[in-house]
T-cell receptor, first 112, second 113 residues
Framework: NAGVTQTPKFRVLKTGQSMTLLCAQD?????MYWYRQDPGMGLRLIHYSVGEGTTAKGEVPDGYNVSRLKKQNFLLGLESAAPSQTSVYFC???????????FGEGSWLTVV | GQNIDQPTEMTATEGAIVQINCTYQ??????LFWYQQHAGEAPTFLSY????GLEEKGRFSSFLSRSKGYSYLLLKELQMKDSASYLCAVRDQRGSTLGRLYFGRGTQLTVWP
């Protein structure tokens, strides 16, 4: 079972470049999330979605945009990458707002 | 928002028992989760408590006291493979943010032979 899949797994960007991280889940989950994880900071919610066509801001949304055009996909975009966005990004999903959240394997992003 | 506090590091020896505490202050509560995360890997679900009391699952147990804003994860018969970061997370209850999960900074557990 694939579960939650993220692409790419590793990427190096130059400051000012743009990129999109793709998250796909095959569990028919309504809720999807993007987190970033930094040393000493724990997991912080960037944006999330409670269903197809909907998105909402999390704790640290600045510098990121998201889209949920299809239920199974949740895209995270960086329009103009900054070194402060160097981090590990985790996508996650859950069936509902009261259900267990399952994580993808992570995407390591370095902005130089 | 949420304020979640857990120790940064703990150590224990193989075969021992360890308790990892988590305290939280929240404006809305809809459950507490524990996740395990090995270095370089994704967090994996361990346990979920929404009512007061103890939930046991094999070598792992989790306890919740909502009135005290307190939870602990108990790991018995420790094995080397239990060396990992343990993340406490609280789910928000408020309607507009229902489902949001707030994480503590994690407790790095090292198990020695």
């Amino acid at each position: 079972n694939a579960g939650v899949t993220q692409t790419p797994k590793f990427r190096v960007l130059k400051t000012g470049q743009s990129m999109t991280l793709l998250c796909a889940q095959d569990m028919n989950h309504e809720y999807m999330y993007w987190y970033r994880q930094d040393p000493g900071m724990g997991l912080r919610l960037i944006h999330y979605s409670v269903g197809e066509g909907t998105t909402a801001k999390g704790e640290v949304p600045d510098g990121y945009n998201v889209s949920r055009l299809k239920k199974q996909n949740f895209l995270l975009g960086l329009e103009s990458a900054a070194p402060s966005q160097t981090s590990v990004y985790f996508c996650a999903s859950s069936y509902s707002g009261s259900d267990t959240i399952y994580f993808g394997e992570g995407s390591w992003l370095t902005v130089v | 928002g949420q304020n979640i506090d857990q120790p940064t590091e703990m150590t224990a020896t193989e075969g021992a028992i360890v308790q990892i505490n988590c305290t939280y202050q929240t404006s809305g509560f809809n459950g507490l989760f524990w996740y395990q995360q090995h270095a370089g890997e994704a967090p994996t679900f361990l346990s979920y408590n929404v009512l007061d009391g103890l939930e046991e699952k094999g070598r792992f147990s989790s306890f919740l006291s909502r009135s005290k804003g307190y939870s602990y994860l108990l790991l018995k018969e420790l094995q080397m493979k239990d060396s990992a970061s343990y993340l406490c997370a609280v789910r928000d209850q408020r309607g507009s943010t229902l489902g949001r999960l707030y994480f503590g900074r994690g407790t790095q557990l090292t198990v020695w032979p």
